[in-house]
């Protein structure tokens, strides 16, 4: 059963519609990368879904329950973090944890369990008594997603969380994201760094123009970039000692390959999943002259499929996202 | 039973060392310094603590009114500017509790001082043997502090859209309304209640009078707090509460009027204090094009009670005021049936003078309408204000210094120089406001429709 069902959702601002007729089922337990270009919707939709801003027209229910109905009740079951948050800087970071326990109906005697429970998640254990204006940034994003947590939401959207985070930050993070779903949580996080995001999703949605693009589960969303299921593809990752002029361009002359899409020393190739075609691009790549240090077939990448059909050419991110929610007006 | 967490985060906030130690030494020595300074001009016998009383009274009034002000009308907007609004409206806090908890909690501190001088106050004024209205001045100091808190409070929530991006305000410009208000409803205790000791014929004595007022308009200004986070909170519902508020409004105006001379200041009084609120509102209030639009949609499809959630207060205000200015009409066509068994029926000056009130009141609302449908719309409230001063202020100004006093009908409801003179110019500006909001509406959804981007 879907945690979240969203129906028809528009949204306007006076010179443009953020959200366009947008539908969606969220399964329990799932971790949905949310993907788009700036400007794309992800943050209204987010803010709709926490019930923060009310769409023109649609639907959204969060475990049965209609949220314009009964935006409190919803509030019990989820946790947001904004692109953009704040904190008291007066206060430590357990009275933080504390207020965020307590406007979350969690009763006295709990709140003590549950503020040092979302402290030690967040690595904060050590840093319970400290003011928040004495923590660095990474601190500082860590305490405020230990704040959306603090009460166990069942549902919890994630906007940015991985800003300002440094990179062994970034590396619990993905293991708290992770650690979350496995516990029951299920989560839509938004993000820029889609690298990171395909470490731990399981589905992605890509919004572009208010418009839901695609709304998968990422390994089904790998095949769709390839094209028809008939011409099954895959994709190959190659890794190479050194930076190189030319590692696009010699790959951009293998025959097969339908998408080529390079990252300093490591590239991304679509090729028919075929064994022969398999070795002819490495052959390929070693006979061009590359020193090929590494070549493996990739798993679904996030960001493989937001080039595909996210900033891709309408046409093709239309005619690849035919089970999207809705179909594009 | 669990400690409200907004009123205690404002606490933990609130009481820091640092500023408990500065308010404390502060309101310590401004008190001492009364004290030592009575003590040094009095006789060696008696000392006589008027100083000290007076600068008790003055500081405690400070104290609630600018300072205690300050932080209740900063209450949302510091979360706001601080971006800690959104996780508080994702709380499972209910509107009351979260109105409460910021509207005392915020200015917890400032109450704390300001309790200390009014112990003072009360101390020095048995002291002085003069204790004869004490606790009636202090329960109005109470009152004044609690309507400018709740008021300045508001005042930054109406000013709230529902736009995010759009959404804010300046503290400053909230507490200015808020003392604004305060010193309109002080200058009417003190003045326009004077020898007033009656309500309905109900004999209640004048300084009753003035406290139950001061209170009755703090009161509402609680319950508008608590409606307006409401719908932060994103809990929406019918403006119910603001017409039971327009509807008691002009039930205490024609309490009040009842049996005084002139007999027709029973209409005339509820349909002022409807015209100066449906003014205010109408400035104040947060612009929301897209809101209004929705409303619509939603009206003309038949959609009643999403209509009623979303109709701006000064629309509500608009009718009610119609309907105000309706009845004085029916009173004074009733004059031989006494249909409506209204006091008296009004004479044709008060009809033209209502009827003008209503027209310039029309052209003013619609003028900062159609700054609503401009491309700095979250401006309207100041640009409307600034044309009704000019319109009302300075061209009168003018007019009166060049000793053209008829002319003054073309800018206010004088009643004076017949109908023609009378109606014909607010008709007139009514009509071409009214004219030039469609037309700038038209324009702005022509500009602004809102489509998805065509990719």
Known sequence: MSIIAAEDLVYDYPRTRALDGVSFGIERGTITALVGPNGAGKTTLLRCLAVLDRPAAGRIRLDGIDVAEHPREVHRKLGYLSDFYGLYDDLTVRQCLTYHAAIHDIAADGQKDAVERAASRMDLAELIGRRAAQLSRGQRQRLAIAQSIVHDPALLLLDEPAAGLDPEARWKLSSLIAELAKGGMTLIVSSHILSELEDYSTHVMIIRGGRLVLHKPLAEASSEIGGAAETRQTCMRIEIAAPDDGFERFLGRFAPATRVAVHGTSASVFIPSDAQTRVALLRHCVQSGLLVTGYTEDRARVEEIYFALAQGGEDGGKSKAGDAGKAPR | ?455
């Open chain 2, 1 to 455: 039973m669990t400690l409200n967490p907004e009123f205690r985060r404002n606490l933990w906030i609130q009481f820091g060392e640092t500023r408990v130690l500065i308010a404390g030494i502060l309101t310590g020595m401004i008190l001492l310094t009364a004290l030592a300074l009575d003590v040094a001009i009095a006789s060696a016998r008696n000392v006589v603590p008027s100083i000290t009383v007076f600068v008790a009274h003055w500081t405690a009034i400070v104290i609630l009114l600018f300072w205690a002000g300050r932080q209740a009308a900063g209450a949302v907007l510091r979360e706001i500017h601080g971006r800690t609004w959104d996780a508080q409206r994702l709380s499972t806090m209910g509107p009351w509790r979260m109105a409460w908890g910021k509207l005392f909690g915020a200015t917890s501190l400032a109450w704390t001082m300001a309790s200390i001088c009014l112990l003072a106050y009360v101390v020095a004024s048995f002291w002085l043997r003069n204790p004869g209205g004490i606790f009636t001045a202090a329960a109005a100091l109470v009152g004044y502090a609690l309507f400018c808190q709740a008021t300045g409070l508001l005042a930054s929530l109406a000013r709230l859209s529902g736009r995010p991006g759009e959404r804010g305000g300046s503290t400053t410009v909230a507490q200015f309304f808020a003392l604004i208000a305060t010193g309109l409803l002080a200058a009417y205790a003190v003045w326009a209640l004077q020898d007033q000791g009656s309500w309905f014929g109900f004999r209640i004595g004048e300084d009753a009078l003035r406290l139950l007022t001061i209170w009755l308009f703090a009161l509402w200004a609680m319950i508008g707090v608590y409606r307006r986070m409401r719908r932060e909170l994103q809990m929406r519902g019918v403006p119910w509460a603001w017409l039971l508020f327009l509807i008691t409004l002009a039930l205490y105006a024609e309490g009040l009027a009842y049996g005084r001379s002139p007999p027709q200041l029973a209409l005339i009084l509820p349909a002022t204090i409807t015209m100066i609120v449906l003014w205010a509102v109408s400035v104040i209030e947060a612009k929301d094009p897209l809101a209004l639009r929705q409303c619509g949609q939603a009206f003309r499809s038949g959609r009643w009670r999403e209509a009623a959630t979303l109709v701006p207060l000064w629309l509500v205000t608009y009718v009610f005021f119609a309907a105000v200015i309706g009845i004085c009409f029916a009173s004074a066509l009733a004059s031989d049936h006494r249909i409506l068994r209204l006091p008296r029926t009004l004479e044709a000056d008060s009809v033209l003078v209502l009827a003008a009130a209503f027209l310039f009141l029309t052209r003013d609302i619609f003028i900062v309408q159609c700054f609503t449908f401009g491309r700095e719309g979250q401006y309207a409230g100041a640009y409307g204000a600034l044309i009704s001063f000019v319109l009302y202020f300075a061209v009168p100004v003018v007019f009166i210094a060049g000793e053209q006093t008829k002319l003054l009908g073309l800018f206010w409801p004088t009643g004076q120089g017949g109908w023609a003179l009378c109606l014909l110019p607010a008709a007139a500006e009514a009509v071409l406001a009214v004219g030039l909001y469609l037309w700038r509406r038209r324009r702005y959804w022509r500009e602004n429709a809102a489509v998805a981007p065509s990719a």
